[in-house]
T-cell receptor, first 113, second 116 residues
């Protein structure tokens, strides 16, 4: 079945440093989504990427979708304490139906003041 | 609008007990899902439904059952609780799949279940 690998599993940064998490799928994706989960909270949708090579920005967050639609990345510039949490990518396989997304295991972002 | 509401928030079960995790949504979304999240892991799909009266198995359905009698409600049933079912359970919804439109999931706040 489809696998979505996400690295790193944990990332410690000093406040103000940049952060990047990477997501790789074993199969071509129809689209990829990114979610953020605060400690003790539930996943919250950040963005969906659909087109090959797509780049989207949300303030300090930059999301990229690879040309082959098999990988993606999330980059946060100048991290703040509010960025703490786990970032999940979720790939929707090509032609996939309602059985939804395959989630990566997530990257836990830990920020030291 | 409340969005997706899950109850209870916490529960401790003894091995062999049964319980129902409730999920209700007021967004009139057709698609509903149950995921479980184990520590340090991603979300695994247990069951899903594309509309009232229709349910299907996800990646990890063993030990669980669901029903979807209305658009709003999608309860998850554990019949014989086992320690392996200790997890955080999330219910999620989204609107029907539409090409080119965001298919984002809306999650409930989760139920933390411990089976001892």
């Amino acid at each position: 079945g489809q696998q979505v690998m996400q690295i790193p599993q944990y990332q410690h940064v000093q406040e103000g440093e940049d952060f990047t998490t990477y997501c790789n799928s074993s199969t071509t994706l129809s689209n990829i989504q990114w979610y953020k989960q605060r400690p003790g909270g539930h996943p919250v949708f950040l963005i969906q990427l659909v087109k090959s090579g797509e780049v989207k920005k949300q303030k300090r967050l930059t999301f990229q979708f690879g040309e082959a639609k098999k990988n993606s990345s999330l980059h946060i510039t100048a991290t703040q304490t509010t960025d703490v949490g786990t970032y999940f990518c979720a790939g929707h396989r090509w032609g996939g139906g309602a059985d939804g997304l395959t989630f990566g295991k997530g990257t836990h972002l830990i920020i030291q003041p | 609008n409340a969005g997706v509401t899950q109850t209870p928030k916490f529960r401790i079960l003894k091995i062999g007990q049964s319980m129902t995790l409730q999920c209700t949504q007021d967004m009139n979304h057709n698609y509903m899902y149950w995921y479980r999240q184990d520590p340090g892991m991603g979300l695994k799909l247990i069951y899903y439904s594309v509309g009232a009266g229709i349910t299907d198995k996800g990646e990890v359905p063993n030990g669980y059952n669901v029903s979807r009698s209305t658009t709003e409600d999608f309860p998850l049933r554990l019949e014989l609780a086992a320690p392996s079912q200790t997890s955080v359970y999330f219910c999620a919804t989204h609107d029907k799949l539409r090409t080119g439109k965001s298919e984002k999931l809306f999650f409930g706040s989760g139920t933390q279940l411990s089976v001892l």
